[in-house]
């Protein structure tokens, strides 16, 4: 499903360049859950944003079931995101005037899609994740567990083949943490959505079938 041919990233501060990625290569199959694994600054959130279609390469290639994410255009790879990719971060970016249902539906809306149909598909969403009973509160009434419940079904409402989770359990106790990292691998396991999931913590990329630990912006361990 997503094949990454000699990828690289970089950056440019001033006279300094940052090899943020270097040369990657790697193939993740359909139906997988893989993590990527390494401290901070290895990559991670770099090779997340690639695959997302958020950045673009420097050299290399990402395809995705053949077609080079690269060809696209900016418009066609928003479109891309829209439909394909549902993205979950450490701070849930969630907006805070808005209810869980409509931080939910908030990718549908984007798609033009009609209220009812968003509402509903939204309310659904948020029953796969336990939140039924909390779809008029807004962040600041949800706990940091809760608005990581929301981040998630916002991220499956357009049903998307592909979630990447960068650090999802970041700002969150150790039992939330779990409990999170649960249910995404009964996510993974129903709905059969390839999960990749961005961390620096071994107990969590020990969930994963698969697991890539990146340094300095290099593949070390595919196992």
């Given at each position: 499903?997503?094949?990454?041919?000699?990828?690289?990233?970089?950056?440019?501060?001033?006279?300094h360049?940052?090899?943020?990625?270097d040369?990657?290569?790697f193939?993740i199959?359909s139906?997988?859950?893989v993590s990527?694994l390494?401290?901070?600054?290895?990559?991670k959130?770099?090779?997340?944003?690639?695959?997302g279609g958020?950045?673009?390469?420097s050299?290399?290639r990402?395809?995705?079931?053949?077609?080079?994410l690269?060809?696209?255009?900016?418009?066609?790879?928003?479109?891309y995101r829209?439909?394909?990719?549902?993205?979950?971060?450490?701070?849930?970016?969630?907006?805070?005037t808005?209810?869980?249902l409509?931080?939910?539906a908030?990718?549908?809306?984007?798609?033009?899609?009609?209220y009812?149909?968003?509402t509903?598909?939204?309310l659904?969403?948020l029953?796969?994740?336990g939140?039924?009973?909390?779809?008029?509160?807004?962040?600041s009434?949800l706990?940091g567990?809760?608005?990581?419940?929301?981040?998630?079904?916002?991220?499956i409402v357009?049903?998307?083949?592909?979630?990447?989770?960068?650090?999802?359990?970041?700002n969150?106790d150790?039992?939330?943490g779990?409990?999170i990292?649960?249910l995404?691998?009964?996510?993974?396991?129903?709905?059969?959505i390839?999960i990749?999931?961005a961390?620096?913590?071994?107990?969590?990329?020990?969930?994963a079938?698969?697991?890539?630990?990146l340094?300095?912006?290099?593949?070390?361990?595919?196992?």
């Amino acid at each position: 499903m997503i094949k990454l041919e000699k990828v690289s990233r970089t950056y440019h501060m001033g006279s300094h360049r940052i090899n943020a990625l270097d040369g990657v290569d790697f193939t993740i199959n359909s139906n997988e859950f893989v993590s990527i694994l390494g401290v901070s600054g290895s990559g991670k959130s770099t090779l997340l944003h690639l695959i997302g279609g958020l950045e673009r390469p420097s050299t290399g290639r990402i395809l995705l079931d053949g077609k080079d994410l690269g060809s696209l255009t900016n418009n066609e790879l928003a479109k891309y995101r829209n439909q394909k990719i549902g993205f979950v971060f450490q701070q849930f970016n969630l907006m805070p005037t808005l209810t869980a249902l409509e931080n939910v539906a908030m990718p549908l809306t984007l798609a033009n899609t009609s209220y009812s149909e968003r509402t509903n598909k939204a309310l659904v969403a948020l029953k796969s994740v336990g939140l039924e009973e909390r779809v008029i509160h807004k962040p600041s009434e949800l706990s940091g567990g809760e608005q990581q419940r929301v981040a998630i079904a916002r991220a499956i409402v357009n049903e998307p083949s592909i979630i990447l989770a960068d650090e999802p359990t970041g700002n969150l106790d150790s039992a939330t943490g779990k409990s999170i990292v649960a249910l995404l691998v009964n996510l993974h396991i129903e709905r059969k959505i390839n999960i990749i999931v961005a961390t620096h913590a071994i107990e969590i990329a020990d969930h994963a079938s698969r697991r890539i630990r990146l340094a300095d912006g290099k593949v070390i361990e595919d196992l």
